[in-house]
């Protein structure tokens, strides 16, 4: 298999005063604006996925919170038998 080498240079030099839209070939006119527009969608594509991102950060964030919440509301759950006993005890106490 072989492998098709040019310089870079060649693909990346400015068009010169000579060569204008009217001297290329269409094809080559609609491989170029067919790359503006694949470059344009992963523009976009780019800048929804950094969005996306940060809202799972967000969400990240979030669950932290609701987990921390949780494991307090589970103590407290856990304190109420507790509290309860407390409660009869003192009541016991007063009659």
Do not use: F
């Amino acid at each position: 298999m072989s492998y098709h080498t040019r310089s870079l240079s060649s693909h990346m030099r400015a068009p010169s005063a000579s060569t204008s839209s009217a001297g290329q070939s269409p094809a080559l006119l609609a491989r170029i604006e067919e790359k503006r527009a694949e470059l344009e969608s992963l523009k976009e594509l780019r800048d929804l996925s950094a969005a996306v991102a940060a809202q799972m950060e967000d969400l990240e964030r979030k669950l932290s919170t609701l987990s921390d919440g949780t494991v307090v509301i589970a103590v407290v759950m856990g304190n109420w038998h507790n509290v309860l006993r407390a409660i009869n005890m003192a009541s016991c106490l007063c009659l």
